[in-house]
């Protein structure tokens, strides 16, 4: 099989994520979600709840905690949903819900039912990398990000709005941008590749 994955950048400001599962997946998914917006909101419908987990929710008022068996009537709340109990039937039934209702779901561990994957990323600033393995080795894909996070320098925010302030006063039509903004850049791949 052919990798179709497409990359999209989720703005989360407005997104409502339901994470279903308590347990250690749980946590994890919702810690990856707050990484990356510390104020998303999300759902969490749990009939277990690890210590850990409800420490981050007791800190979080943008998470709401349902102490409860799963119901379709979860996805009333969401726009996108995180599988992440332990029992692969439950995910399966959430995933037939979620996608009747037009919903997106991710199901931890569960490539087959995933509409999309939480990849591991990479923050810098403004610059944000996206590594994925197409749901078939999350290990490599968090070495990968642990690699990029140590070569990529702390300071790339300070390029990142240089950059941006050149881009704001090129003229030209959109090709001759492009073009101007490439001989600039060019210099960064050098000073890679002589790493």
Do not use: W
Not at 1 to 17: D, G, Q, V
Not at 144 to 149: K, T, V
């Amino acid at each position: 099989m052919s990798n179709t994955l497409f990359p999209i950048f989720l703005k989360t400001e407005t997104a409502r994520f339901l994470v279903v599962g308590g347990g250690n997946v749980g946590l994890e998914k919702v810690e990856t979600l707050l990484r990356q917006n510390p104020k998303i909101h999300i759902n969490l419908v749990a009939i277990e709840v690890l210590p850990q987990l409800r420490l981050i929710i007791d800190n979080h008022t943008n998470i709401n905690l349902y102490e409860k068996p799963y119901e379709e009537t979860d996805l009333n709340r969401a726009d996108y949903v995180i599988a992440a109990t332990n029992n692969r039937d439950v995910n399966r039934l959430i995933k037939q819900q979620a996608n009747s209702r037009n919903i997106l779901v991710n199901a931890a561990d569960q490539p087959e039912l995933c509409d999309f994957y939480l990849g591991s990323i990479v923050n810098k600033g403004d610059l944000k990398i996206a590594v994925s393995t197409n749901g078939k080795s999350p290990v490599l894909a968090r070495r990968i990000r642990e690699y990029l996070e140590q070569e990529i320098p702390d300071d790339v925010n300070v390029i990142i709005e240089r950059l941006n302030e050149i881009r704001k006063h090129l003229k030209g039509n959109f090709a001759a941008k492009v073009k101007e903004l490439n001989a600039i850049t060019a210099s960064f791949t050098k000073s890679i590749h002589e790493k």
